[in-house]
């Protein structure tokens, strides 16, 4: 592991705790409408299609 | 998505393949067929398309820092700030398609990624950024590649792993000029310009498999 990653990795976890996330999540959130999201899983699906 | 991944049907665990768009939400999630995941209860709970892999979402992860670092990035368990992510090995590739970024990554529930897991990752992300590879690989198998030679894919094997053409003449007891010469047939078969574009569309085709790539997987 490189430097840099170590330090985004440290500064990752300090901001966690700034924010005041718990350890102990419930559920992860949906921070999308399922409209949005299904316009863009179409258009990634587009290009994705491998 | 599936008839490329039964390529590393060797690999054992509970893993899985995320699509995620700029702003780090799940738009895919591509679970091997061979793999049951119903006992694996986080995977069914946090991984679904929707879900965010902000900080503020799950709290550290790889998609988070390969976003921060603009490189790919490995993930081993202690370093996610979530007591539930603690037991996930994570790798995350950034793509360009040349409009946005997006992210690939891979998740293993129950033990370290292998480095052929991790290449396969490095060369579906290579894929998904050449558009050119998405026309030519979604049709069927090119017949070209009825004319590859054996010798053609012993050469091709080693340059899937990484060999020089240097290395290969040593190791085929051949001449550099002759390893040259059937690079560029093989080059020419594929319709490709350079080494890696022409691994992947080996693997992609099955004329070598992912686990061609790597002396052992554990």
């Given at each position: 592991m490189n430097e840099f990653i170590f330090r985004s990795i440290i500064e990752s976890w300090a901001n966690c705790e700034q924010y005041g996330i718990s350890k102990e999540i419930k559920e992860p959130q949906k921070l999308i409408t399922d409209d949005e999201l299904r316009k863009q899983t179409e258009k990634k699906r587009v290009f994705g299609d491998f | 998505m599936h008839k490329y991944i039964d390529a590393i049907r060797v690999e054992r665990g509970y893993y899985c393949f995320l699509v995620l768009n700029e702003e780090l939400t799940i738009l895919d999630v591509f679970f091997p067929r061979w793999i049951n995941i119903s006992g694996h209860c986080t995977f069914?709970?946090?991984?679904?398309?929707?879900?965010?892999?902000?900080?503020?979402?799950v709290g550290t992860n790889a998609v988070f820092i390969a976003k921060q670092s603009n490189t790919p990035v490995y993930l081993d368990p202690?370093?996610?700030?979530?007591?539930?992510?603690?037991?996930?090995?994570?790798?995350?590739?950034?793509?360009?398609?040349?409009?946005?970024?997006?992210?690939v990554s891979l998740i293993c529930a129950d033990h370290p990624i292998s480095s052929a897991l991790k290449g396969f990752v490095d060369l579906v992300a290579k894929n998904m950024c050449c558009t050119s590879y998405t026309?030519?690989?979604?049709?069927?198998?090119?017949?070209?590649?009825?004319?590859?030679?054996?010798?053609?894919?012993?050469?091709?094997?080693?340059?899937?792993?990484?060999?020089?053409?240097?290395?290969?003449?040593?190791?085929?007891?051949?001449?550099?000029?002759?390893?040259?010469?059937?690079?560029?047939?093989?080059?020419?078969?594929?319709?490709?310009?350079?080494?890696?574009?022409?691994?992947?569309k080996a693997i992609i085709q099955n004329e070598i498999f992912i686990s061609d790539l790597y002396d052992g997987f554990y």
């Open positions: - | 069914k709970k946090y991984l679904k398309p929707g879900v965010s892999f902000c900080i503020k979402s202690q370093f996610h700030y979530c007591n539930v992510l603690k037991e996930w090995h994570e790798y995350c590739v950034p793509i360009w398609d040349g409009y946005k970024k997006a992210y026309q030519g690989i979604s049709g069927t198998k090119n017949d070209l590649t009825k004319k590859l030679t054996q010798q053609h894919k012993l050469i091709l094997k080693r340059i899937a792993q990484g060999m020089t053409d240097e290395q290969i003449a040593h190791e085929l007891e051949i001449s550099l000029s002759t390893v040259r010469f059937h690079a560029q047939n093989i080059f020419k078969i594929f319709n490709v310009g350079t080494r890696i574009e022409a691994v992947i």
